[in-house]
């Protein structure tokens, strides 16, 4: 009997060849765009403390109550959790190593999360992100060019219809006296709260404005807006955003209900949101988190940050035309009869020394199956090493591709020594008569 098939989690997702290719390319302009902005990359482990989170995030939390992935180590106790985000482990890192001993610093990551959500298109129980982190600085000026940093991925990108929302939820003292507010409000309607809500009444009042129930969502409308308990300072900051944010041309809607589901924020808060997503319209959320450093042990500093969800990113990546990406090699190397595999194994090292791609057909076959496949593999050109070819120390250079200088079936002899100037040549689109 054959042995049952095995599936993978559900939500957790393989991506394959095809898919590869996209994010690779994705993660080199990632990787460039970050750089251009003064942004070094950070790679911490997937598995934190529990605490980490239950104490950065919140414990009433949608993340924190229902979405993690937590366990006890088997071996020695410890409650561990596959991270749900990428900012806690962020700042323990910094924390630990004592990275902003000589100063601010502007981190970048880019990783696998993880969530116990429902799945969905766009929704995943693995996913990515992309995240940027600017730790120790407190000005208004780093939110602008963080957000300014989130539009330039979208232009580098060719996306277009994503709205930015922003909004301010204020500092702590702010906060306090709003939620006393939210907390009467909601009580006067007590009879329309869901269950959950009850619960957060009085341990998180600002959570109940997350709350997707739509039941809900009229007393939601109706309740004090955190904007409009700012004070001097935190009114100010958020005023010389949208004035750096204007003078940049970016354009920012005010969402005063937009409060984001951790309770590490204050000041800054924002989103893009596309309508080409289906129902998970938030491609990319951050904003400032002043005091979580101090709450997670370090030495006060303020910061700001965001993160992109890769899927959802590369959705709106295909949707606009994809990037033309693809993983086709420069030359395929077709070789048949004695002694030419050898040769063949040799060619392909030099070619490659010298930067040029090549994908060695292996496994034998005709010379018209090997130029069946070369054909299938997108490549510009075929190298073929025939025992002909061998005896005379040559090989036969032949172009694939129509349209290429019109060049596509022709071909010509070229010294096997050789192979690395002239293949270098070809591809250069210079035909060995020029
Ligand atoms: P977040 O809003 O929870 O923020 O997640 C950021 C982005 O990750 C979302 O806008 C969404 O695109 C994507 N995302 C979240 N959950 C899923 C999911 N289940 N499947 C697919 N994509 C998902 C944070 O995580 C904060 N750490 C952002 C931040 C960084 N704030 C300051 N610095």
């Given amino acids: 009997m054959a042995a049952q098939k095995l599936a993978g989690v559900k939500g957790m997702n393989d991506l394959l060849p095809q898919t590869s290719a996209r994010w690779q390319r994705f993660e080199e302009i990632v990787a460039s765009w970050a750089r ?10 997937i ?30 106790g410890e409650e561990l959790t596959l991270r749900p985000e990428g900012t806690a482990g962020v700042v323990r890192a910094v924390i630990e190593h004592n990275l902003l001993y000589d100063g601010p610093r502007r981190l970048w990551y880019l990783g696998p999360m993880f969530r116990h959500e429902r799945p969905q298109r766009g929704r995943y129980r693995q ?41 301010s939820i204020g500092d702590a003292p702010e906060r ?70 204007a003078r940049l041309g970016i354009e920012a809607t005010l969402n005063p209900r937009l409060v984001r589901g951790m309770d590490y924020y204050n000041r800054t808060v924002f989103e893009w ?8 319209a ?16 370090g030495k006060p500093a303020p910061a700001c940050g965001f993160a992109i969800g890769v899927e959802r990113l590369l959705d709106l990546v295909e949707q606009a035309g994809g990037l033309g990406e693809g993983d086709a090699p420069d030359v395929y190397l077709i070789s048949s009869g004695d002694g030419t595999m050898a040769a063949a194994l040799h060619t392909a090292e030099a070619l490659r020394a010298r930067g040029i791609e090549v994908l060695m057909h292996a496994g034998g076959g005709s010379f018209k199956s090997q130029f069946k496949r070369a054909g299938a593999s997108g490549a510009h050109l075929a190298l073929v090493i025939g025992e ?27 010294r096997l020594d050789d192979a690395p100037e002239a293949v270098g040549r070809a591809l250069l689109g210079q035909t060995d008569e020029d």
């Fill in 47 to 76: 598995v934190e403390p529990t605490p980490l989170f239950a104490r950065g995030l919140g414990t009433v939390t949608d993340i924190v109550e229902k979405e993690m992935y937590s366990f006890r180590d088997a071996l020695n």
């Fill in 127 to 167: 996913f990515h992100q992309v995240g940027v982190e600017a730790l120790g600085y407190g000005g208004p000026e780093v939110d602008a060019e963080v957000i300014a940093m989130g539009q330039r991925l979208w232009d580098d990108l060719g996306i277009e219809g994503l709205q930015l929302q922003i909004n």
């Fill in 282 to 297: 938030t491609v990319c959320g951050g904003g400032r988190y002043d005091a979580l450093i101090e709450m997670l042990g």
């Fill in 273 to 280: 949101v596309t309508d080409r997503l289906g129902a998970q």
């Fill in 388 to 414: 002909d070819e061998l005896k005379a120390g040559e090989a036969t250079l032949k172009w694939l591709r129509e349209g290429e200088a019109g060049q596509g079936g022709r071909q010509v002899r070229i």
């Fill in 176 to 245: 306090a006296r709003h939620r006393q507010d939210l907390i009467d409000h909601f009580e006067k309607h007590a009879e329309l709260l869901d269950e959950e809500a009850k619960r957060r009444l009085h341990a998180n009042p600002l959570r109940i404005l997350d709350s997707k129930n739509p039941a809900m969502q009229e007393i939601i409308e109706q309740a004090p807006r955190l904007i409009d308990y700012l004070e001097g300072p935190s009114r100010e900051h958020f005023e010389q955003l949208r004035g750096y944010l």
């Fill in 36 to 45: 251009s902005y003064g942004y070094s990359q950070i790679r911490t482990p």
